[in-house]
């Protein structure tokens, strides 16, 4: 199984301008979610969906936006990039959400200039 | 607000000795508890969730126990060796769908 997959793994992008970073889980799952990791802050959620259709915000969900128009998919969309949106980027999912454990993917880097 | 504490220096003991990591929280009333393990440039993993009404879990050479009177948690690897060095997270959720995670505490176990 391939898990949870996140491309790019790299990303470079100067201010203004607007990326997706997919995210998909051949899992299964219900639940995904959007982290970003940063020095010092620890993971913090920015949206989460608990199924095709629905999405909700997280703790820091200002400048991304998703959708989730099937279950194995949940992009995140970076509107108008800011250099304070420089970090890691973690897509996870759950098969409950909730109290189940989370399957990350191996994280997106996004440099904003 | 809620808030999680995890040490933020790195923890560094001798390998065979047991690492005991230790997770605070403030505000918050979890139903859960997790721990996860981050290498370097990868994603974490889970390890061990633990019920509210829980006291210990174990799995192999892990142990983790909750006291929601302190409010805390404590992680123990006994046996320790260098192949446990790497980053570990607490998370908590109340059950509903947002999950809180830590700073994380950096272990290096030492040969």
């Known amino acids: 199984n391939a898990g949870v997959t996140q491309t790019p793994k790299f990303q470079v992008l100067k201010t203004g301008q607007s990326m997706t970073l997919q995210c998909a889980q051949d899992?299964?799952?219900?639940?995904m979610s959007w982290y970003r990791q940063d020095p010092g802050m620890g993971l913090r959620l920015i949206h989460y969906s608990v199924g095709a259709g629905i999405t909700d915000q997280g703790e820091v969900p200002n400048g991304y936006n998703v959708s989730r128009s099937t279950t194995e998919d949940f992009p995140l969309r970076l509107l108008s990039a800011a250099p304070s949106q420089t970090s890691v980027y973690f897509c996870a999912s759950s098969y409950t959400g909730g109290a189940g454990e989370l399957f990350f993917g191996e994280g997106s880097r996004l440099t904003v200039l | 607000s809620q808030k999680i504490e995890q040490n933020s220096e790195a923890l560094n003991i001798q390998e065979g000795k047991t690492a005991t990591l230790t997770c605070n929280y403030t505000?918050?009333?979890?139903?859960?508890l997790q721990w996860y393990r981050q290498d370097p440039g990868r994603g974490p993993v889970f390890l061990l969730l633990?019920?509210?009404?829980?006291k210990e879990k174990r799995k192999e050479r892990l142990k983790v126990t909750f006291d929601t009177t302190l409010k805390q948690s404590l992680f123990h690897i006994t046996a320790s060796q260098p192949a446990d060095s790497a980053t570990y997270l607490c998370?908590?959720?109340?059950?509903?769908?947002?999950?809180?995670f830590g700073t994380g505490t950096r272990l290096k176990v030492l040969a």
């Open positions: 633990i019920r509210e009404n829980e």
């Open positions: 899992m299964n799952h219900e639940y």
């Open positions: 998370a908590l959720t109340s059950g509903t769908y947002k999950y809180i």
């Open positions: 505000n918050y009333s979890p139903a859960y």
